[in-house]
C-alpha cells in the first residue's frame, strides 16, 4: 500500500495496485493442544493442529484430545473455558454455521457429543481435499507440467508490467 500510495504522488498515475485486506467471518483458529496459541505448525505440539493431508482417524484422535476441561456441561465462555469456546468456533466455521447457533445447540450439552460432531465435519470436510491432494501429489508428470505452465505465464505477466511501470517512470 506505501509503495502503490508514494508511486501514485510521484508520478500522477495508479503505477501499483491498491492492496486491500480479505477478512472472514470465522476468527483465528487456536490450537487444540494449547488454545491460547493460534493453529499453527511453527508453535508448539503436532497434535494441536489439524493438517489437510491428516488421515481421518489422526483427524478423530487429534479433536478427542483436544484440551478442554472438566467442568461438567458445556457453557460459553472464552475466559474460563477457552478450550471449549475454541472447539465451538471451530465447529461454526467449518460447518459454515452461525457461532451463537452452534452454542445454543450445544449449550450444557457435554464435550464429548461437541468433539464427535466436530470430528464427524471434519473429516467430511477434509477427506476430498486430501484425496485430491494426495492424487496430484502422486502425478509427478501432471505437476511438472502444471509448474511449467504457470511459470511461463507469470513470466509474460511479469514482463507485461515491468514494461509498463519502465514507461511511467521514464526509464523507456
Not at 490450537?31 to 496459541?37: E, I, M, N
Not at 477427506?127 to 496430484?136: D, I, K, T
Not at 511459470?151 to 515491468?162: F, H, M, P, Q, T
Amino acid at each position: 500500500a506505501v509503495v502503490s500510495t508514494q508511486s501514485t504522488g510521484s508520478y500522477k498515475c495508479q503505477v501499483f495496485g491498491t492492496v486491500s485486506q480479505l477478512l472472514t467471518t470465522s476468527p483465528r483458529v487456536k490450537s487444540l493442544a494449547d488454545p491460547g496459541l493460534k493453529m499453527s505448525k511453527s508453535y508448539g505440539k503436532p497434535s494441536g493442529v489439524i493438517g489437510m493431508l491428516d488421515t481421518d482417524d489422526q483427524i478423530r484422535k487429534k479433536i478427542r484430545k483436544a484440551v478442554t476441561d472438566s467442568f461438567g456441561p458445556i457453557t460459553v465462555d472464552l475466559e474460563t473455558r477457552p478450550g471449549v469456546y475454541n472447539l465451538l468456533q471451530l465447529l461454526a466455521a467449518v460447518s459454515d454455521s452461525d457461532f451463537h447457533e452452534v452454542c445454543r445447540k450445544y449449550e450444557s450439552g457435554n464435550v464429548v457429543n461437541l468433539k464427535n460432531d466436530l470430528s464427524d465435519c471434519l473429516v467430511d470436510k477434509i477427506g476430498p481435499v486430501r484425496n485430491m491432494a494426495q492424487e496430484l501429489l502422486d502425478d509427478r508428470g501432471y505437476i511438472e507440467e502444471v509448474l511449467s505452465v504457470g511459470a511461463e505465464k507469470a513470466s509474460d505477466i511479469a514482463e507485461r508490467n515491468l514494461d509498463e511501470i519502465y514507461r511511467t517512470i521514464g526509464l523507456k
